[in-house]
């Protein structure tokens, strides 16, 4: 298992772990695009199908044909930020934290942790990356299944590092605090009902001190945006997100935020890039 830093991004080698179609864009979208834009390799991981999301429109999916649905809807993405190796999980989405779907038996927040941290575990090996990418503890907004799928990738690299402790560079993709209420604010002042309460805002997301990176990807926002437009069952065109001017919106999706987690003491890649 390597960490040093590879001499250009066409040799680095990126993990993406995510929960669910769309998490990926959201949370990550400009550096992937930058990472395939620079022939780096990099390898989605989606462990759900998304099966409970919204359906922003009756005729583009039904509830019982969602999961298929929303599996293109990723794989078109992937196509637009230029990343060709995609692998599902297949597990059932749990929807929202206190959702009657949280107690379904095929949901991914119930499913066995050594069996998914097995499977993860696997690709690591398979793939051999230098960076693997994935949800912070927060799971941004408390979702169950961004909270396992941290918890199973943290282990899953913990578990495939070498026996002299090596082990790829494992970054939390976070949301700070901070974003939160500049979004909400940026709503709010322009007279949008923002999707969340304000008195929710300082609880949402990732702590500000945690941060380690900030990565600009001005330059890639545009290719992030059209990849995010390919998952049509969740976006809205009457939409809070869809009523900002469109420079707002490439300001507030321009810039990403990571917590490089470990080895301890590692130097920071996503910071050289």
Partial sequence: MRTSTPESLSRLSVLACFAHPDDEGFASGGLLA?????????TLVCATNG???????PSLATPENLWQVRQQELRNAMAVTGIDD????NYRDSGMDGADDNRHPNAYCNADAAAVVSRLAGII???????????????????PDHKAMCAHATAAVARAADPDGAAPLLYYVCFPR????????????????????????DSLGTPD??????????????????SLACHR?????????SQLPEDVVDMLMGTEFYQLVSPPGAADLLATL
């Avoid at 995609?86 to 999980?89: A, G, H, I, T, V």
């Avoid at 090996?125 to 979702?143: I, K, R």
């Avoid at 001190?209 to 059209?226: F, G, R």
């Fill in 34 to 42: 930058m990472l395939a834009a620079g022939g780096a390799r990099v």
């Fill in 51 to 57: 099966d409970v999301g919204e359906i922003s429109d």
């Fill in 86 to 89: 995609l692998r599902f999980l």
């Fill in 125 to 143: 090996s398979e793939t051999n990356p230098h960076v693997v990418l994935t949800h912070d503890p927060s799971g941004g907004y408390g979702h």
């Fill in 178 to 201: 901070d974003v939160f209420r500049r979004w909400w604010q940026e709503m709010a002042d322009r007279g949008i009902t923002p999707p969340f309460a304000v008195d929710a805002v």
């Fill in 209 to 226: 001190a945690d941060v380690t990176t900030i990565v600009d990807v001005l330059p890639w926002v545009k290719v992030k945006l059209e």
């Fill in 233 to 241: 069952t969740q976006l809205h065109d009457s939409g809070p997100f």
